[in-house]
């Protein structure tokens, strides 16, 4: 199937410091998702874009569906420990099942 | 509380042996998926449905077998043929168009 370029595969980062990871793809996507995931649990959607250029923010985190359309990312601001997890993309195509990045491993040092 | 649950949380398999991975939800949704975890991967889908009594195979099917009887249920058997079965499961389920919401998975490991 076709597959999402999702950088970087792993993140150490500081306490307070912000984060930005980004997913793209060769194709086209009509919605963008991003989920969180725990160890031992499953993920959590964390925002859904649906439109091109569109910027929406949930609380500390920021994310943007590229105009292209075939690309998406999220910021994390001020970072905190319990941000540490797996964060993954997806992307939705009309018709044709949700593809998933690799994920981007984050580890917040207190 | 409406939610997704896979059931159980940790499964052991014997050599030969086919095991039943439960998933149930009370969402009302109409497609549900199974999907493959392995250790510093993404998802891989394995097989999904999208109204009762109908299913397709996904980019990882042989190995596996589902049924989806009723619109609540959509469990996974992992058969004897599928040679290397330790992973964390994860079903997830959504209305049409919608964002996918996911249980909290089964790990299954070999004994």
């Known amino acids: 199937g076709q597959q999402l370029n999702q950088s970087p595969q792993s993140m150490f980062i500081q306490e307070g410091e912000d984060v930005s990871m980004n997913c793209t793809s060769s194709s086209i996507f009509n919605t963008w998702l991003w989920y969180k995931q725990d160890p031992g649990e499953g993920p959590v959607l964390l925002i859904a874009?649906?439109?091109?250029?569109e910027l929406t923010s949930n609380g500390r985190l920021t994310a943007q569906f590229g105009i292209t359309r075939k690309d998406s990312f999220l910021n994390i601001s001020a970072s905190i420990p319990s941000d540490v997890g797996i964060y993954f993309c997806a992307g939705l195509r009309r018709g044709s099942r949700l593809t998933f990045g690799e994920g981007t491993q984050l580890t917040v040092n207190p | 509380d409406g939610g997704i649950t896979q059931s159980p949380k940790y499964l052991f398999r014997k050599e030969g042996q086919n095991v039943t991975l439960s998933c149930e939800q009370n969402l009302n949704h109409d497609a549900m998926y199974w999907y493959r975890q392995d250790p510093g991967q993404g998802l891989r889908l394995i097989y999904y449905?999208?109204?009762?009594?109908?299913?397709q195979k996904g980019d990882i099917a042989e190995g596996y077998s589902v049924s989806r009887e009723k619109k609540e249920s959509f469990p996974l058997t992992v058969t004897s043929a599928q040679k290397n079965p330790t992973a964390f499961y994860l079903c997830?389920?959504?209305?049409?168009?919608?964002?996918?919401?996911f249980g909290d998975g089964t790990r299954l490991s070999i004994l």
């Open positions: 874009l649906y439109k091109a250029g």
């Open positions: 997830a389920s959504t209305p049409h168009g919608e964002p996918q919401h």
């Open positions: 449905s999208q109204i009762v009594n109908d299913f």
